[in-house]
């Protein structure tokens, strides 16, 4: 067998590295088997392998906010005035509903009548909900960026990775540095100096990524044929080469036509690219309709998978959500194309570009779904653009599902699965201010037991400890806290059965209203973990990952 599997790889290396550019689209009707065989010359499954990463901008700061910018960072044109309609660097509205700390702007009142606040990067609770999200949705890693830390936004660089670092590790989430060497002039030794002094401590950390055993780094910005990056292939070869001396696992985010050294590459850059471990080409601006999404995939990319395999090189292709503000996304098809695609071109690993960037109208994090979630008479495009209603999460749900299909947990398909909205139709909404009981899948009630034990869906009849009001904590869109008897519900963090005894609210007494859409709900702990009824054999708790039958209730029946 093993024999067998070596004759096929130097069989496909043969027919991969001969064959002209028609040839080589011939790739995608491979056999599964073959498929894999192909896939198997890259790296095994690691932090990056196999796995969905976004790219992490955490750059946004706000007067106030006590970061060491102090000042509208990336908001606005105007770093030192206050986002306004006409002081504005973003293309997309965020969904700021999840955030407890905000800070007020200059723009008019959202069209619902809300206060439109912004957040800021460097405020705890923005990072740590933002890495919950990419728990919540799947999402593997956060390449964080890193730009030339001697200039004036070093120091709130330096803070931002230590809290990245910090919510990487609370939420179970990979992170590596990614620096975007664009504009840097003393690049070449500068970056190793930093490293050295200050990035390769955060390798010690448990979430720090790690690829073939080796912590991961990424340089974007080699190669490109722009006044941005003027380095020779011969310094930037100096570069990867130092820091593989390092010990690292080191990935290039390159341009998008690295192989044949044109267009957006400068020439004669070829084995500068082919030095490094992985490879991971620009998209942004380059695809904008589904019908680019399939030329790219038959003329370029398939090329670059066929000549990464043949040459030891892991392959990450860019997948994008689009420009919501140039109408791109078509309420996630466009997306999906791009998934289906690069998964069954066999990619090693998948890169988001981007998580947060509503500066370029690219980001899955959540945004404003429609017209009510924007400051009045602002001209914001929402999620809801072409007519098909979207959740401010959709983004994220959907880059879930396509990782899923990344990781062989759903099949291949070029349908998106992805529901715009959780259970179409008309959805379950929290109830806020309303007494409500929660019958569990065994067709018995959710208990409080009055606080003195923990918590149990085991009861036939629904009495005074089986009745919760539904608050509103105003921390986020369909969070809820459930009261009864003048305590609170209590996730217990996932660590042990709940309980409904504490007297205060906390977020282990805060947990995600979830429609299923089939007349049922889930709650979510701030563990990313869902609330079990244990189907009333033993104690709740709030450790499922996946929701079942025992993850369901339903509302008032």
């Known amino acids: 067998m ?17 064959c002209s550019k028609n040839e080589r689209t011939s790739l995608q009707s491979l056999s599964g088997n073959q498929k ?32 060491p910018i102090n000042a509208w960072w990336h908001w606005t044109q105007n770093w030192g005035a206050s986002p306004s309609a006409t002081n504005n660097g973003i293309k997309s509205w965020p969904d700021v509903r999840d955030y407890t700390s905000t800070f007020a702007t200059a723009w ?15 405020t705890d609770q923005t990072v740590n909900t933002q890495f ?6 799947g999402i593997d890693c956060a390449a964080l960026q890193r730009f030339n830390p001697t200039g004036g936004e070093g120091p709130v660089r330096d803070a931002i990775t230590a809290k990245v670092r910090t919510a990487a590790e609370t939420y179970g989430r990979k992170f590596y540095i990614m620096y975007d060497v664009s504009g840097w002039t003393n690049m070449q030794s500068e970056i190793k100096t930093d490293w050295t002094n200050k990035m390769s401590a955060y390798t010690a950390s448990s979430a720090y990524a790690k690829q073939n055993g080796k912590p991961v780094v990424c340089i974007w910005g080699f190669g490109f044929n722009d006044n941005n990056h003027p380095w020779s292939a011969a310094v930037c070869l100096d570069v990867i080469n130092w820091f593989k001396n390092q010990g690292c696992y080191v990935i290039g985010g390159v341009p998008t036509h690295w192989r044949e050294q044109v267009s957006d590459s400068r020439p004669a850059f070829l084995a500068t690219y082919s030095a490094f471990n992985m490879l991971s080409p620009w998209m942004v601006g380059r695809i904008g309709n589904i019908g680019d999404v399939d030329n790219f995939y038959t003329n370029v990319q398939t090329p670059d998978q066929a000549y990464c395999n043949a040459n030891g090189i892991d392959y990450q292709p860019c997948v994008l959500p689009g420009d919501l503000q140039e109408h791109q996304r078509v309420h ?3 997306m999906w194309r791009q998934f289906y695609n690069m998964v069954r071109l066999g990619a090693q690993g998948i890169y988001i570009s981007m998580f947060d960037e509503y500066n370029e109208g690219n980001q899955i994090a959540k945004t404003a779904e429609n017209a009510s979630f924007i400051p009045a008479g602002s001209n914001f495009v929402t999620l809801d653009e072409d007519g098909v209603a979207c959740s401010s999460d959709y983004y994220l749900r959907l ?27 008309n959805p379950i909404t929290p109830p806020y201010g309303s007494v409500i009981t929660l019958k569990s ?20 009849a629904a009495q005074g400890w089986e009745q919760f009001t539904v608050i509103n904590p105003g921390t986020g869109t369909n969070k809820v806290v459930l009261q009864n008897s003048g305590f609170y519900v209590c996730s217990e963090n996932g660590t042990q059965a709940m309980n409904c005894n504490r007297t205060a609210v906390g977020p282990w007494e805060q947990f995600d209203w979830i429609d299923n859409g089939d007349g049922t709900i889930s709650l979510r702990g701030s563990n990313g973990a869902y609330v079990s009824s244990e189907g009333g054999t033993q104690a709740m708790t709030c450790t499922r990952t996946t929701k079942g039958a025992t993850e369901k209730f339903k509302v008032n029946q």
Request: proline share 5%; hydrophobic share 40%; with cysteine.
């Open 332 to 334: 996630g098809d466009f």
């Open 441 to 460: 899948s065994n067709n018995l009630y959710v208990c409080s037991e009055n606080g003195t034990q923990a918590m149990n869906a085991n009861r036939p």
């Open 36 to 67: 894999s065989a192909v896939a198997a010359l890259g790296s095994p499954v690691g932090d990056v392998v196999g796995k969905i990463t976004v790219g992490y901008q955490g750059w946004f700061a706000a007067n106030g906010d006590g970061s």
């Open 132 to 137: 919950s999200w990419m728990q919540q949705n």
């Open 399 to 425: 880059t879930g599902d396509g990782g899923k299909m990344l990781k062989g947990l759903i099949p291949l398909t070029a349908t998106r699965p992805t529901q715009p909205i959780v259970g179409g139709g």
């Open 108 to 122: 008019p009142n959202l069209n619902n009548g809300s206060a439109a606040r912004l957040f800021s990067s460097f």
């Open 2 to 18: 093993i024999r067998k599997l070596q004759l096929l790889f130097v069989t496909l290396l043969l027919i991969l590295s001969g």
